[in-house]
């Protein structure tokens, strides 16, 4: 660890830090919608494979560039740059990857803005202040703003602190929080009557989908957003892992609990999906699609759990907390890649950086705040389904073809001595320099 950059204390602050990145928005609600969309149990199965046969291998690349540079994304790429073109483009693809995480981030706030309004209804809702509560679920410029604002500003004093006490800790406390309620949610859903049907439709593939060509590219676009790849983020963490860790067994177990959580966000959404519908709430449009997204959430969910009766608003306080801080620890990993960057390249006070940066990105999440409708899906697509691809799949270029085989062994070797004659470094490096690349491409072609 260099202690004059910060680094992660130890291996499970690393896990839970990571892992919290990766767990988001993403994983308990996007990934149970796409699931329901996609064909239930056949994109469960797809999603499964590509996250550790595709997302993981790129995974891997991104934490070593990280670990091998320890610095931000732009001067770890570089370091492994020779000629002045490949410092350029290493500039170009840290860059663009910061860009990305900023991105996100102005969009990601207002999302998580209303998770934090949904989440503190509830609270109105016990003292009896009906107009408070009202006002706080009733898309209004000034709740927007309100909640936005308050989102990012917890993001902001978060990154502060730095990595040893901001990220880290923060980290560990929420991380295990969040797995230990949606436990405890799943458990209670599964008593209700519906959820059978449900779980049956989650866990029974109809095998005839599994190679149905949206369905595959769904897949793979959620399981490259879900680790965060191609946003910088993952190169700056790895880089504040030690020298002494097995990076390819760290990497494996980030994956794992990534998949895990998102598995039992299903396990979760999916049942409770059918048990509002055996209450009389409608789950499926005229045509059979399933309800978008969003209104899923915000229209489906409260009114199963105002069916609840009192427990109900208990229920809705734990999920909505819960979707808050899930996606709290990826929206403080989106700010520390632009924050690395200004406080390594431009010698500015952390503190400084995290204001100055995470307020600019609050300014232009304002902007989307007040041109809603069409910004909010113009920035989301922008940045996950165009921008994180083509980035994810340079770093894949830049591992599989710019950095020397020699030094990247060596990168690979601290921490795991034995790793030459693992299946790891047999199958990993050309995979990373063909497959991969190859993969993220088609998805990227199909996208356009
Ligand atoms: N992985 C996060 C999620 O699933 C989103 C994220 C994307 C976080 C990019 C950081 C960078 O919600």
């Given at each position: 660890?260099?202690?004059?950059?910060?680094?992660?204390?130890?291996?499970?602050?690393?896990?839970?830090?990571?892992?919290?990145?990766?767990?988001?928005?993403?994983?308990?609600?996007?990934?149970?919608?796409?699931?329901?969309?996609?064909?239930?149990?056949?994109?469960?199965?797809?999603?499964?494979?590509?996250?550790?046969c595709l997302a993981y291998p790129a995974f891997m690349a991104e934490l070593l560039i990280g670990r091998y540079g320890q610095a931000n994304a732009v001067t770890s790429l570089q370091k492994m740059s020779r000629t002045l073109w490949q410092k350029r483009f290493a500039f170009v693809v840290g860059f663009g990857g910061i860009i990305c995480a900023a991105l996100i981030l102005s969009f990601y706030g207002i999302i998580a803005g209303w998770m934090m309004s949904y989440a503190i209804e509830?609270?109105?809702?016990?003292?009896?202040?009906?107009?408070?509560?009202?006002?706080?679920?009733?898309?209004?410029?000034?709740?927007?703003?309100?909640?936005?604002?308050?989102?990012?500003?917890?993001?902001?004093?978060i990154i502060r602190r730095g990595v040893e006490n901001g990220i880290e800790k923060w980290s560990k406390r929420l991380m295990p929080l969040l797995i230990g309620l949606m436990v405890l949610l799943t458990s209670y859903v599964f008593t209700l009557d519906g959820a059978s049907e449900g779980l049956e439709a989650y866990l029974n593939p109809d095998v005839s989908r599994l190679l149905d060509p949206n369905l595959l590219i769904s897949a793979l676009g959620q399981a490259f957003f879900s680790l965060s790849l191609g946003t910088s983020v993952m190169v700056i963490y790895g880089s504040y892992i030690s020298k002494k860790e097995n990076l390819v067994t760290l990497g494996a177990q980030v994956t794992l609990i990534d998949v895990s959580?998102?598995?039992?966000?299903?396990?979760?959404?999916?049942?409770?999906?059918?048990?509002?519908?055996?209450?009389?709430?409608?789950?499926?449009?005229?045509?059979?699609?399933?309800?978008?997204?969003?209104?899923?959430?915000?229209?489906?969910?409260?009114?199963?759990?105002?069916?609840?009766?009192?427990?109900?608003?208990?229920?809705?306080?734990?999920?909505?907390v819960l979707m808050s801080i899930a996606a709290l620890?990826?929206?403080?990993?989106?700010?520390?890649?632009p924050?690395?960057?200004?406080?390594?390249?431009?010698?500015?006070?952390?503190?400084?950086?995290?204001?100055?940066?995470?307020?600019?990105?609050?300014?232009?999440?304002?902007?989307?705040?007040?041109?809603?409708?069409?910004?909010?899906?113009?920035?989301?697509?922008?940045?996950?389904?165009?921008?994180?691809?083509?980035?994810?799949?340079?770093?894949?270029?830049?591992v599989g073809w710019i950095w020397h085989r020699s030094e990247l062994l060596a990168e690979i070797k601290e921490g795991n001595d034995e790793v030459e004659n693992s299946l790891f470094w047999k199958v990993w490096p050309w995979y990373t320099k063909f497959v991969c690349p190859a993969a993220i491409a088609i998805v990227f072609i199909h996208s356009l």
């Open positions: 660890m260099a202690v004059s950059r910060g680094g992660f204390s130890s291996r499970m602050g690393f896990i839970m830090a990571a892992a919290g990145s990766a767990v988001g928005l993403g994983n308990i609600w996007g990934f149970p919608t796409q699931t329901a969309s996609n064909g239930g149990a056949a994109f469960v199965l797809v999603y499964l494979v590509l996250a550790f509830p609270l109105f809702l016990l003292a009896n202040m009906q107009i408070s509560a009202d006002w706080v679920i009733t898309h209004s410029l000034a709740r927007n703003l309100f909640f936005t604002s308050v989102f990012m500003a917890l993001t902001i004093v959580i998102a598995f039992l966000a299903g396990l979760l959404i999916i049942p409770a999906m059918y048990v509002a519908q055996a209450q009389g709430v409608a789950i499926f449009a005229e045509d059979g699609s399933l309800i978008s997204g969003s209104s899923l959430v915000f229209t489906v969910l409260p009114t199963l759990f105002d069916s609840m009766g009192g427990v109900g608003l208990f229920v809705a306080l734990a999920f909505f620890t990826s929206s403080i990993s989106m700010l520390e890649g924050v690395s960057y200004a406080v390594e390249r431009h010698n500015l006070k952390r503190e400084t950086a995290t204001t100055v940066i995470g307020l600019i990105i609050l300014l232009f999440s304002v902007v989307i705040v007040f041109n809603l409708s069409f910004m909010l899906d113009f920035v989301a697509i922008l940045a996950t389904q165009y921008w994180q691809p083509i980035i994810a799949m340079l770093c894949c270029v830049f």
